[in-house]
């Protein structure tokens, strides 16, 4: 088969299409035949030499996709070969086929091409284990997205709104409209406003009872300023940085709560694993993707072997949803 690769760390320049042997689904796997993979931002900083794969995880770039079972593995049930799926992965998606743990695989949903489904499994799973799952986001919240035109922020958007939640995003000027569009009822461009004044005025001081954030250090005294009293704080990145100074006291007068999760590193099965996590988005979140109120968004198509402008184009910002990579046979 042949995938994309990287001899070193470096800029998109370093990302290769090259020969590799075939990977084998062993026991409790699955073989896709890749359609097509999604570019995500754990996707650069592995190309960078910041984000090493979890031990024993695919080399490969590549944290989603969606194809067709072409072989399953011993022990696999309730999958067949030529079904149509998409699957969660902790690596190898940016290649023509991939050996998959059975209980990463979702099917594609209803009304979504094969094609598309590569950009959610990634975004639906981090989205609804931080949002859902772990925060308890419920109708009549006040729900509080940074980064709102990204590909998790667009999601995120939709399954605020589908839940019943008032949704405020922070975001550039250019995309604002994009997510009011989207269903946002408090845009804020985080360049010239203040998202904490901002969610506080429009919410008759209340607050974020959720608060989604991938910046980490420099938006955590202000995050927790904009909880709400039981407000919940969800980090999921670190863009603004790893070390900043807490105020404790804020969190005690507010019963607050702050909760930094990955999603890669979880184990396969168990306890607050990515079999769980799947699991709940199949039963849970694909019901409103069926339905429509949660849709895919793609800014961008290009073919595997553009690997590196879509890593460029991702790179210098502007994009509104996820950036696809088709892999042809």
Not at 150 to 169: F, M, N, P, S, Y
């Amino acid at each position: 088969m042949y995938a994309i690769t990287t001899r070193e760390p470096g800029g998109p320049e370093v990302l290769r299409w090259s020969a590799l042997p075939d990977p084998v689904p062993g026991p409790g796997k699955v073989l896709v035949d890749v359609v097509a993979t999604a570019v995500n931002r754990a996707d650069l900083l592995q190309r960078q030499g910041f984000y090493p794969p979890p031990p024993g995880a695919s080399k490969v770039l590549g944290l989603e996709c969606s194809g067709r079972i072409a072989a399953i593995g011993p022990g696999v049930t309730g999958w067949k070969v030529g079904d149509e799926v998409c699957a969660l992965l902790a690596g190898g998606g940016y290649a023509e086929r991939v050996a998959v743990p059975a209980a990463q695989l979702l099917p594609v949903p209803r009304g979504v091409a094969l094609a598309t489904a590569a950009c959610l499994p990634e975004v639906a799973c981090t989205v609804w284990s931080n949002v859902v799952m772990t925060a308890g986001l419920r109708a009549g919240d006040v729900f509080l997205v940074h980064g709102g035109s990204g590909g998790v922020g667009t999601h995120a958007i939709q399954v605020g709104k589908a839940l019943g939640a008032t949704v405020a995003v922070t975001a550039s000027a250019g995309r604002l409209d994009d997510c009011r569009k989207l269903g946002t009822d408090i845009a804020v461009d985080y360049r010239e406003q203040d998202f904490v004044a901002e969610v506080k005025a429009a919410t008759d001081g209340h607050g974020a009872d959720v608060v989604l954030d991938n910046m980490g250090a420099s938006y955590l005294a202000r995050n927790v300023d904009v909880l709400a009293t039981d407000g919940r704080l969800v980090v999921i990145g670190l863009q603004g940085g790893r070390k900043a100074e807490l105020d404790l006291a804020k969190l005690l007068a507010k019963r607050a709560s702050i909760t930094a999760t990955g999603l890669r590193g979880r184990p396969v099965e168990g306890r607050s694993s990515k079999a769980e996590i799947v699991a709940d988005v199949r039963e849970r979140l694909w019901p409103l993707i069926a339905e429509g109120k949660v849709r895919p968004l793609v800014h961008a198509t290009l073919p595997i072997q553009q690997a590196a402008d879509a890593h460029r184009m991702v790179e210098q910002g502007g994009i509104f949803g996820k950036v696809l990579l088709l892999i042809e046979s």
